[in-house]
């Protein structure tokens, strides 16, 4: 009898990883309770549709905070769980929330590793490309996805006219604090790589990230390591070159279609 329990506990299916848990709901009433479950609950569903399910459990800490927007503050941990740290203020409706890029933005983060201080501009221009990928998946981007990273990329661009590598001109952007001008032009990376993908295998970068966090994600540590992967994935190499490009030739090589369109307009 025992030995025929313990072989149908083997063939019953292992209970399904969380995808996430919410840290912190006690700091609020049973009404906002249910309003930030519903927000983070849409949000983590678009990540998981656009880029696939994490290999980990994500904790989602939240904070009160009053301000003028619903989620006024964001980031992420690494150290022992990946996590991300959401400020929020709960007398904005649930559509603000919903509505808001901040989710998107961070949950974005974790599908890569943490690139260091030194990478960041390649980080935060992953998730700012991925984004909108994320908020047409759930169904709150405005316009196309071609409108939403012209109207970011186009402004930033003028920075970018410079015999500098455009790394070396994000990196000095970052430590300026001039961050919307390191973020999308760190975006552009990405924006390059879709196009790249779309044209040479009919696929975007969403799916190949969803296909490197199933096989890839918990083995890579650095940028190397992730390009490094991603190619992998590839008949041809994509983001190596890319990235070679991005720290050796001049930004203004790179940067050239907004350049040459105007960008100051």
């Known amino acids: 009898m025992r030995i025929l329990l313990f072989l149908l506990l083997l063939s019953l299916p292992l209970q399904a990883r969380e995808a996430y848990q919410i840290r912190g709901l006690a700091q609020f009433d049973a009404e906002q309770q249910s309003k930030l479950k519903a927000w983070l609950d849409k949000a983590v569903k678009a990540s998981q549709t656009a880029l696939g399910e994490y290999p ?127 973020y999308w032009g760190g975006a552009w990376f990405f924006v390059l790589a879709d196009r790249q993908l779309r044209q040479d295998y009919g696929k975007g970068l969403s799916q190949l990230i969803s296909e490197y966090q199933s096989c890839c994600r918990n083995e890579s540590e650095d940028i190397q390591q992730l390009v490094t992967a991603l190619d992998a994935m590839l008949e041809k190499p994509v983001f190596v070159p890319l990235l070679q490009r991005f720290e050796q030739a001049p930004a203004r090589d790179i940067f050239r279609e907004w350049l040459e369109s105007g960008s100051n307009e």
């Open 56 to 182: 980990f459990t994500m904790a989602l800490h939240l904070h009160p905070r009053k301000a003028n927007q619903p989620v006024p503050w964001a980031n992420t941990w690494r150290q022992e769980q990946q996590s991300v740290h959401f400020y929020v203020d709960t007398r904005f409706p649930l559509q603000r929330f919903v509505n808001d890029w901040t989710a998107y933005h961070e949950l974005s983060h974790l599908a890569i590793p943490y690139l260091g201080s030194w990478n960041s501009w390649f980080a935060e221009g992953f998730a700012s490309f991925m984004q909108y990928q994320l908020m047409a998946d759930a169904g709150v981007l405005e316009g196309s996805l071609e409108d939403a990273y012209r109207s970011k990329i186009k402004p930033q661009a003028r920075w970018y006219n410079s015999q500098y590598s455009a790394a070396s001109v994000a990196r000095r952007l970052m430590k300026n604090r001039q961050y919307a001008a390191a």
